[in-house]
Every structure is written in structure tokens, then in C-alpha cells.
């Protein structure tokens, strides 16, 4: 089993800046691939970001590009993303998952990810 257990978000004006932070326990954290998910009242799941277990392959969707950044620290067993920017359209409950993986591969769909975190809140205002 790993734990996930997020941290970070809030409420910001549009424009700001938030850190999300994920910290895991439980089994070896380079062992997996990990994604930060989000979830829109009345939305479905979508990827935002997501990083291969070695931290040399990112994925992002479209709309964060050049905005968010995902990273990794294996030693301390924690997965971040970095929101700049910020727009109302960002508001969702954010949710960090691992899941088994290659080791170059950042894996872009919900279903390969078997843990997941509790959720954080994210509220953009304009």
C-alpha cells in the first residue's frame, strides 16, 4: 500500500500562485510513476500533470503549459506542482496518484494509477 497525502491548496486571485505538495509512505517512491489529477464540480477527472518515476519525463495537458510544473524529490518521498498563473477555469479539487510504471515513462491516464490522495481544493477567483 502507499499513502498520499496532499497539501497546498486554497484560495487565490487569478494570476497567483499556488504549490501543491504530495507526500507518500508506504513502499519505495521510485518505484512509481506519479500524476496530479483534477476534478471540476460536475466535470470528470483529467490529468494535469505527470512525471516518469526516474523525473526525467513530464507530461502536461494542454491548457497548463508553460503555467504548471511537476517535479519530484525521491529523497524526500514528494511530488509537487507548481501553479503559476492561475485562472478561474483551474478551480477544481486537485488529487495527487502513483502507480506503477517504466522507469522514462510519464503515464497520462487515470487508470494506470492504483493509490490515490485524499484531494486538495483549489479556488481561483477572479
Known amino acids: 500500500q502507499v499513502q498520499l497525502v496532499e497539501s497546498g491548496g486554497g484560495l487565490v486571485q487569478a494570476g497567483g500562485s499556488l504549490r501543491l505538495s504530495c507526500a507518500t509512505s508506504g513502499r519505495t517512491f521510485s518505484n512509481y510513476a506519479m500524476g496530479w489529477f483534477r476534478q471540476a464540480p460536475e466535470k470528470e477527472r483529467e490529468v494535469v500533470a505527470a512525471?516518469?518515476?526516474?523525473?526525467?519525463?513530464?507530461f502536461y495537458k494542454d491548457s497548463v503549459k508553460g503555467r504548471f510544473t511537476i517535479s519530484r524529490d525521491n529523497a524526500k518521498d514528494t511530488v509537487y506542482l507548481q501553479m503559476n498563473s492561475l485562472k478561474p477555469e483551474d478551480t477544481a479539487v486537485y488529487y495527487c496518484?502513483?502507480?506503477?510504471?517504466?522507469?522514462?515513462?510519464?503515464?497520462?491516464?487515470?487508470?494506470?494509477?492504483?493509490?490515490w490522495g485524499q484531494g486538495t481544493q483549489v479556488t481561483v477567483s477572479s
Open positions: 512525471i516518469s518515476r526516474s523525473g526525467g519525463s513530464r
Open positions: 496518484a502513483a502507480g506503477p510504471g517504466p522507469y522514462t515513462v510519464a503515464i497520462n491516464y487515470a487508470s494506470a494509477y492504483n493509490y
